[in-house]
């Protein structure tokens, strides 16, 4: 009778083949090589600034200004359109048109708050502060204006309120243990102080 076991170790062979196999059974090194990789980053836009992952053309668009391109637009208005011809034939078919209910995504435009003080409120609700996407939406375009300093100051003052009411309530608790504590005490004094057979004091279920 043979024992085979395989542990963690072989799971790697298992996967990717052995060293010295064809690499048509190496998977992993067959698809990962370094010109594969250099190529993938190209079509993504390895650095931010190249988006080049918008130019795919499996990039998912939305309907409305400032949205996709022309050629997009047009793309995803042909979808919508074939979409909307295939519910119709459902529907005459006799199914549920409803499972077709799908809503093409349409660009939402972003309420910028008036005034300084709105946008310091905005910033502060959403504790924004350090996101930029945050305060894009805002409009604030200079890093060190007085929205955001202000906010940073409004920020700072509601963590020390924040950090003073917990140790009050910290403090509270406390007290009021020591308080139901002494009053155990007094009625335990009062009433005889009763003990079990083991020495422990009687002592009421609430105390």
Not at 33 to 43: A, E, F, P, V, Y
Not at 138 to 159: D, F, I, P
């Amino acid at each position: 009778v043979c024992n085979v076991t395989l542990g963690n170790k072989d799971l790697a062979n298992i996967i990717n083949g052995f060293p010295g196999d064809p690499i048509d059974l190496r998977p992993f090194d067959k698809v990962f090589t370094q010109d594969n990789i250099k190529s993938w980053w190209k079509n993504v836009g390895f650095l931010p600034m190249t988006r080049n992952a918008v130019n795919n053309p499996k990039t998912q668009w939305e309907l409305g200004e400032g949205s996709a391109p022309e050629e997009g637009t047009a793309r995803l208005v042909i979808l919508i359109d074939d979409y909307n011809v295939g519910a119709k034939k459902v529907e005459q078919m006799g199914f549920n048109k409803n499972i077709l209910s799908l809503q093409p995504p349409v660009v939402s435009t972003p309420k910028i708050p008036e005034g300084e003080e709105a946008q310091i409120q905005a910033l502060v609700d959403g504790k924004a502060i350090n996101k930029a996407g945050a305060m894009f939406k805002l409009g604030l375009q200079v890093a060190n204006s007085r929205v955001m300093l202000e906010t940073n100051k409004r920020m700072v003052k509601l963590e020390k309120e924040a950090k003073a009411n917990k140790e009050r309530k910290k403090k509270k608790e406390s007290e009021e243990k020591d308080q139901k504590a002494i009053e155990a005490f007094n009625a335990w004094i009062t009433k005889g102080k009763c003990i079990d057979t083991k020495g422990h004091p009687v002592l009421n279920k609430d105390d």
